[in-house]
């Protein structure tokens, strides 16, 4: 089936560092939401694009779709300890199937 | 109020048992959904109910019976359940089908199966 591909699989961060993870499909999107998930936790929903080249902001984090759709990221300036987690992107084409990438595992180092 | 609620936390069971999760959502969302989600890996949809009918089904092995009673409940009856199918299993709420519904998590119950 269609595929969405996260990069990288874990990130290591320094507690105040920036880092990026994408997220890239094949196949042109009609959407992508991101999720969080903290250790032992349960997704929570955090954005959602729509539009070609779509940027929105949320505090820290920065959610861009890109001008093709078929791609995003999530860019989280400062890291904090807080931010340790799994972000998961996910499409869901028209209908009501939630398919999710294969995640970015974020450990922080104080 | 934006909370889904699972039981139980934790299961353990046998492989011949008979057990039931459950899932409650009170924010008048008419989809719910099932997913499994095994260590280190993403969530993977099992089910989808919009309505109370069932929508969707991934293929799921007929072990896993879902059952929605009403607009806020859903259930996952397990029977005769193998050791690999050990995950956690989160519900799901949506206010309708649409791609543009956020789904709201319950907080899932892990499964072990001995």
């Known amino acids: 089936g269609q595929q969405v591909m996260q990069i990288p699989q874990y990130q290591h961060v320094q507690e105040g560092e920036d880092f990026t993870t994408y997220c890239n499909s094949s196949t042109t999107l009609s959407n992508i939401q991101w999720y969080k998930q903290r250790p032992g936790g349960h997704p929570v929903f955090l954005i959602q694009l729509v539009k070609s080249g779509e940027v929105k902001k949320q505090k820290r984090l920065t959610f861009q779709f890109g001008e093709a759709k078929k791609n995003s990221s999530l860019h989280i300036t400062a890291t904090q300890t807080t931010d340790v987690g799994t972000y998961f992107c996910?499409?869901?084409?028209?209908?009501?199937?939630?398919?999710f990438g294969g995640g970015t595992r974020v450990l922080v180092k104080p | 109020d934006t909370e889904v609620t699972q039981t139980p936390k934790h299961l353990v069971m046998g492989m011949t048992n008979k057990k039931s999760l459950k899932c409650e959502q009170h924010m008048g969302h008419r989809a719910m959904y099932w997913y499994k989600q095994k260590a280190k890996k993403p969530p993977e949809l099992m089910f989808v109910y919009s309505y109370e009918k069932l929508s969707i089904n991934e293929s799921v092995p007929s072990r896993f019976s879902p059952e929605c009673p009403n607009s806020s409940l859903l259930n996952l009856h397990l029977h005769a359940l193998q050791p690999e199918d050990s995950a956690l299993y989160l519900c799901a709420s949506s206010q309708r089908t649409r791609p543009g519904d956020t789904q709201y998590f319950g907080p899932g119950t892990r499964l072990t199966v001995l």
């Open positions: 996910a499409k869901k084409p028209a209908g009501n199937k939630l398919t």
